[in-house]
């Protein structure tokens, strides 16, 4: 079955340092999205990505989609103290919706 | 608007006893799912479903049974619990999975201690 794979599992950066993680697919995706999980909280949609090589913005954060639909990266820029938590990236395939183990966010004052 | 409605929030087990995590959505979606999530494991997939009266394997089925007779509910039987099942159970609806409208959904979680 398809295997999505999330780098880094954990990523500390000081308040107002830029942010990426990073999703790789072992299997070509019908289409990627991301979603952010508060501790303690349950996920939340963030955003889809269906086109090869698509890019899409929300203020500071910024979604890729490669160009063969096996990668993806979303980039905060200038993280605050709400940008914690773990993001997830989740592909569409043939066995269902699958999640990478997703990264977490600590942000440090 | 409800959403995804799960129940309950929180479960304590003895080992051996089975039980149902109900799960139940109100925007007509198409495909459900179960996940469980364990410290650094992320979200794995146990079982979904692509419409009533289909189901499938996910990537941790072993233990768990589910069946879809409406389109609205998705429940979770554990047939005989065990400590390894301890975790944080989440069920998500989505119009899709393989199209575009295929944002989840997620319930609120269920918090299962098997002892």
């Known amino acids: 079955g398809q295997q999505v794979m999330q780098i880094p599992q954990y990523q500390h950066v000081q308040e107002g340092e830029d942010f990426t993680t990073y999703c790789n697919s072992s299997t070509t995706l019908s289409n990627i999205q991301w979603y952010k999980q508060r501790p303690g909280g349950h996920p939340v949609f963030l955003i889809q990505?269906?086109?090869?090589?698509e890019v899409k913005k929300q203020k500071r954060l910024t979604f890729q989609f490669g160009e063969a639909k096996k990668n993806s990266s979303l980039h905060i820029t200038a993280t605050q103290t709400t940008d914690v938590g773990t993001y997830f990236c989740?592909?569409?395939?043939?066995?269902?919706?699958?999640f990478g183990k997703g990264t977490h966010l600590i942000i440090q004052p | 608007n409800a959403g995804v409605t799960q129940t309950p929030k929180f479960q304590v087990l003895k080992t051996g006893q089975s039980m149902t995590l109900q799960c139940a959505q109100d925007m007509n979606h198409e495909y459900m799912s179960w996940y469980r999530q364990d410290p650094g494991m992320g979200l794995r997939l146990i079982h979904y479903?692509?419409?009533?009266?289909?189901?499938d394997q996910g990537e941790v089925p072993n233990g768990y049974n589910v069946s879809r007779s409406t389109t609205e509910d998705f429940p979770l039987r554990l047939l005989s619990a065990a400590p390894s099942q301890t975790s944080v159970y989440f069920c998500a609806s989505s119009y899709s999975y393989r199209a575009e409208n295929a944002e989840a959904f997620f319930g609120q979680g269920t918090r299962l201690t098997v002892v």
């Open positions: 989740s592909g569409g395939g043939a066995d269902g919706l699958t």
């Open positions: 990505l269906v086109k090869s090589g």
């Open positions: 479903s692509v419409g009533a009266g289909i189901t």
